[in-house]
């Protein structure tokens, strides 16, 4: 009887479910900036060196 208690207890409690919640808003975050990134770094190099050669062409002209 007493573990059926102790069972009902533990379903009714709520105070970490919004612990984890952020927990696992937080992840998603992260994760989604993670493939932000990766997907935009190739073009962000590509055009940094692009502008890097404008300079260059002017600093010497």
């Not at 998603?28 to 993670?34: C, D, E, H, P, Y």
């Not at 073009?43 to 692009?50: I, R």
């Amino acid at each position: 009887m007493e573990f059926f208690k102790l069972t009902k207890r533990f379903n009714d409690e709520e105070d970490g479910a919004v612990t984890v919640d952020w927990v696992v808003l937080t992840a998603a975050i992260v994760g989604l900036g993670v493939a932000v990134i990766t997907s935009v770094r190739n073009g962000v190099t590509s055009l940094g060196a692009n502008i890097s050669e404008r300079v260059e062409g002017y600093i010497t002209n």
